[in-house]
């Protein structure tokens, strides 16, 4: 099993910056590649950027410039460096682990873009 936990949300004004983490634990060899979803009110789950065992990246067009997903194999942590933000980007914020067989998500961590 592969567990994965987020955290970093918070507060920021417009055109701001943060950074979220996710730290994989359990069976990580299991893990072909980590993704970032997010879900606003009212709205379907999104995805947004993905970051394969190999290295492969790839964003969707919607933050494609202004988001950026990263790892550190030492901590079992990816990242997701969000910059220029917006207030449509305001939305819960989960990690997700596709596995081998299956997959893992995380409970979410809030992203409110507000003056």
């Known amino acids: 099993q592969v567990q994965v936990v987020e955290s970093g949300g918070g507060l920021v004004q417009p055109g701001g910056s943060l950074r979220l983490s996710c730290v994989a634990s359990?069976?990580?060899?299991?893990?072909?590649?980590m993704d970032w979803f997010r879900q606003a009110p009212g709205k379907q789950r999104e995805f947004l950027a993905r970051?394969?065992?190999?290295?492969?990246?790839n964003y969707a067009d919607s933050v494609k410039g202004r988001f950026t997903i990263s790892r550190d194999n030492s901590e079992n942590t990816v990242y997701l460096q969000m910059n220029s933000l917006k207030p449509e980007d305001t939305a819960v914020y989960y990690c997700?682990?596709?596995?081998?067989?299956?997959?893992?998500w995380g409970r979410g961590t809030q992203v409110t873009v507000s003056s």
């Open positions: 359990g069976i990580i060899f299991n893990i072909n590649a």
């Open positions: 997700h682990a596709a596995l081998i067989t299956g997959s893992s």
């Open positions: 970051l394969t065992n190999s290295g492969t990246t």
